[in-house]
């Protein structure tokens, strides 16, 4: 996929039931340049449309030279946090050694598949709400007790503003 207002390719794949996040999260630290992926932990993440806040914050950002982080991929995490200490987005956003389900996002093309080790399934909402953790996402967002669990859409909207609106003051 595209934005329509941007060149870079965007591909976006959701993987359960991961066997080698430990060994992903390794090659990440470490630098490896095959592993230019935003590999985000699948609980965190409330649907499509809060992922792809994110990623075209990651996508602007890189196009007006404004990124925070060392790359687009790290960005992406970066703008799923609702402020501004990189680390602490990288943290609750990325993989764990125990992660089991994961969405990697590659912008710029290539080959990236290969390197996790689980079951492929479609990038849906219906996907995505099976495994999303609502309780931890409201305390990563840090959203008011008035912000009800039982409403996704309530929590997805302050969530998403929340992303949308870091660093504005």
């Known amino acids: 996929m595209k934005f329509p207002q941007f060149d870079q390719e965007i591909d976006i794949s959701y993987f359960s039931d991961v ?9 990440l630290l470490r630098g490896n340049p095959d592993y230019q992926v935003a590999f985000i932990n699948a609980n965190t993440l409330l649907s499509s449309k809060h992922l792809l806040a994110a990623v075209y914050r990651a996508v602007s950002d890189l196009e007006s030279g404004t990124m925070k982080t060392k790359n687009v991929h790290s960005e ?3 703008c799923l946090g609702g402020n501004n200490n990189i680390m602490d987005s990288l943290r609750r956003f990325g ?8 969405v990697a996002v590659k912008i710029g093309g290539g080959d990236y598949k290969k390197l996790v080790e689980g079951t492929e399934e479609p990038f849906t909402d219906e996907q ?5 953790d609502v309780k931890l996402v409201k305390k990563v967002y840090k959203l008011p007790g008035t912000v009800s669990l039982e409403d996704r859409a309530q929590v997805e909207t302050a969530a998403i503003g929340a992303l949308l609106l870091r660093g504005f003051s």
């Open 128 to 132: 995505i709400a099976k495994n999303t």
């Open 95 to 102: 993989i764990q050694d125990d992660t089991t389900n994961i």
């Open 76 to 78: 992406v995490l970066f």
């Open 19 to 27: 066997k080698n996040a430990g060994q992903i999260r390794n090659e």
